[in-house]
């Protein structure tokens, strides 16, 4: 899998869009750009992904540059509850079985 | 609903004494994972169960063990827990098909030696 790059860490104002950054620079052609989120002491959960179009779905949006260097993915207006660690993941597309390959991640943290 | 259990939720076992970690899903989902978080770092993989095919991650400990009796259930055993097997061990499921797919995490099970 390639690798991916985040910002330790990030702050939004609550009610404001979050625009969360990932650099993915060896992704090829095969391979999606997952978002998956963590909140405090709970398990991971999936966001959203896309191979080259940008996408939509009622928890967030992700932009992918044309060249598939990088990403966004943007919560429109974040609550308090999207503070979280946003984990940016390439991964092949061809189906299979093989588990996630987690990097560091970004930590949000929505400010009231 | 639909989910991914894992039980208990908290577990504490004393160093060397064997433990089990369960899990069980409503999904109906084919594949299994259970992944190991420790504290401030990333989940990561130990294996996976695809169907009743076992993969083993290389770089998962032999102390590490996994069953999965049936396609609902799947359980984590650790042989001699060690000081430094505590952490969160995460259960998660997907459905296996010949394009993308997204993973259904449970709460996972944090895991105290003493």
Not at chain 1, 74 to 88: E, G, K, M, N, S
Request: net charge neutral; proline share 6%; aromatic share 12%.
């Amino acid at each position: 899998d390639a690798k991916t790059t985040q910002p330790p860490s990030m702050d939004c104002a609550e009610g404001r869009a979050a625009n969360l950054p990932c650099n993915h620079s060896t992704i090829s052609g095969n391979e999606y750009v997952y978002w998956y989120r963590q909140i405090h002491s709970q398990g991971p959960q999936y966001i959203i992904h896309g191979l080259k179009n940008n996408e939509t779905n009622e928890m967030a949006s992700l932009i992918i540059t044309e060249d598939r260097k990088s990403s966004t993915l943007i919560l429109p207006h974040a609550t308090l509850r999207d503070t979280a660690v946003y984990y940016c993941i390439v991964r092949y597309s061809g189906g299979g079985a093989d588990g996630l390959t987690f990097g560091k991640g970004t930590h949000l943290i929505i400010q009231p | 609903d639909a989910m991914v259990i894992q039980n208990p939720r908290y577990q504490v076992t004393q160093f060397g004494k064997p433990v089990t970690l369960s899990c069980s899903q409503t999904l109906n989902h084919n594949v299994m994972y259970w992944y190991q978080q420790k504290s401030s770092q990333a989940p990561k993989l130990l294996f996976h169960y695809y169907d009743k095919d076992f993969n083993n991650e290389a770089d998962t400990p032999d102390n590490f063990q996994s069953r999965r009796p049936n396609t609902s259930f799947c359980f984590l055993d650790i042989r001699s827990p060690g000081l430094g097997d505590a952490a969160m061990y995460l259960c998660a499921t997907s459905r296996r098909t010949e394009s993308s797919y997204e993973q259904y995490f449970g709460p996972g099970t944090r895991l105290t030696v003493t």
